[in-house]
């Protein structure tokens, strides 16, 4: 047996032992019901099988759904006898059952993204209107069934309903979010070996809130004493503390007690002269009360948890960013103090080497100046400053740079001197220079605080950068131009993903393309462009045509199309991709118009016979880049097949579309019926002569 055949086996055997589970969960739930808290009558205050209905279908998916099926017609099978009517009022309700589980289920997914339904007060309110609405379904097709087989009166429809509805509603209310919230809570590996250890303490206050409830309970359905609502504090205390689960539990006993009572003719919802209906109203109202705040307050704990761990998980980041931030002001002074060490030394070895420094000073392939500090007055320049700049020693020496205009923009000088008597040095410091003839030089500046006959002066090392930025800016250029150049073969979106991953996309030849549903193609030939080629140089000729495929290409361009390619004298234009539009249809319908109009212009100025004949069809296709060398944007697909062949079937001056473009262009334009034509590949097929578009007509008063 194969891989895949032993997943099959193992799923299929899962799936069949989760519906007899189900089947017998929701059979012996309804046994217990009838048993035990059905009213007089039959009525059941809450249908507990609904709320198991619900748990299955959302924790394990329609799969189970027959499970409930299944229980039904066990539970009616146990308790009516057999006969073909009964067995189909039973198959409606099974149905019925079925239906609204998964219903309710299916509702909360959509709704609900959480795993369980009560961690958001939102989604707590929307559980609640979801349980109400669904058993709606149950509730009719089991009610309409019965009466259509006359086991129950007509005139009994509305209380039946009603009855059928609220006991089923009750039943999700209750139960369901308690089943969830377990199965949540239990292991993944759903062993009892995971679980974490009991707390005693919890252990204690589980217990005595259990004891409580009971006493309480037990006092009020015994003595039928109006005090029911005390047990809300302690269903209130049980969440707060022990979580949605215990408190859940707490509420299915206490509402069994209540419902049992009630059912025996105890507590304070039953009363002597108080019809059966007003009672089993007051008590369903207690079990939404007591339900509907467990299921509210367990949200809003819920989302105040999750608050208080966003904001711990950001103060976390937030002193995890402060302590990396205090090891880089670490590093940073530091670095600082070994940079100024480095400084001081130099400067005192420049210092007590004069000699030394006169004759690196003059034979530096670089531009060197001394200035002073204080004012920027130039003392001292070495060769290779003057041949850059063009200026001769004593144009220079004794005059300050902001002077000469050496400077282009002089803040810049005043930034490096701030830096300098922060950091006592500075290293490729970028700044534009003008040189004597004008021009403008760029540099990288390192400088230095040194000290010369007692006065702070700033030695400055240049390195011409001029070359490497114009460079930069050719290169910059280039890029453009290389970008337009892209951008004028393939749309922008598929360029962006060539640039983004090249090597995977393109050296490892895997293609780029993309599914559209909605796009509109177009094909046009110029008819008689063969036999004009006979009367023109070749040179003329393409200029011709390179003339009329730029008018395309404009039109194009103003109505937002997509231009495919051009093969010779035939032109290819779409709409719809790569950016999908409503419209499509009729973009490319006033394309061709346009196209029309602009070739009778053409026309005219040759004095040639020159016409157009245009295809166009609507529908799916894929679009993209294959290939590895020389690779375009082209489309794919029987869509972009059919609109070639409704160009080459077509008639010169005429525009000819496809049933999918009229149904799209019927309407705003005017299309004149062809007929039917056979079409290679595709049999007769009916097309349509594109005219022009509809008149508006004028507004009446």
Known sequence: MTTTQQRISVWSGRSLGLILALAIAYWGAGQLVFRFISLPGGITPVWPSSGIGLAAVFLFGWRVAPGIALGVIMLLTHTQDVSPLVILVQGAIALGSSLEAGFAAQVMRRLIPSQTPLTRSRDAFRFVVIVFAAPVIGATMGTASSCLAGLNPWSDFLAIWGSWWISNAFGMLIVAPTLISWYVQFPRDRQLANLPPLRTDRLLEGFAMLTMAAAVSYIVFQFSLPVEYVLIPILIWTTFRLGLAIATGLVIIISGIAIAGTANGLGPFVQALRPQWLSLLLLQAFIGVVTLTVLVLSAVIAERQAANYQRIQANQSLAAMAEDLKIANQALAQANGVLENRVEQRTQDLYFSEDKFAKVFGASPNPIIISRLMDGVILDVNASFLALSGYERAQIVGRSALDLGIWVDPELRSRLVEQLQ???ATRDYEAEFRIASGAVRYGLLSAEIITLDGQSCLLTLVNDITERKQAELDLRLEQEKSERLLLNILP???????????????????????????????FADIVGFTQLSSHLPPMELVNLLNSIFSTFDQLAEQLGLEKIKTIGDAYMVAAGLPNPR?????????????????????????????????GINSGIVVAGVIGQKKFIYDLWGDAVNLASRMESLGEPGGIQVTQATRDRLAPLYDLRDRGAIAVKGKGTMQTYWLVGRKAIAPATV
């Open 582 to 614: 409503s419209d499509h249809a009729e973009a490319i319908a006033d394309m061709a118009l346009e196209m029309t109009a602009a070739m009778q212009r053409f026309e005219q100025d040759l004095q040639f016979d020159l016409k157009l004949r245009i």
């Open 492 to 522: 922008q979106s598929i360029a962006d993903r060539l640039k983004q991953n090249p090597s995977n996309n393109r050296i490892s030849g895997a293609a780029i393309a993309e599914h559209y549903d909605e796009v509109t193609i177009l």
């Open 422 to 424: 922060q950091w006592g």
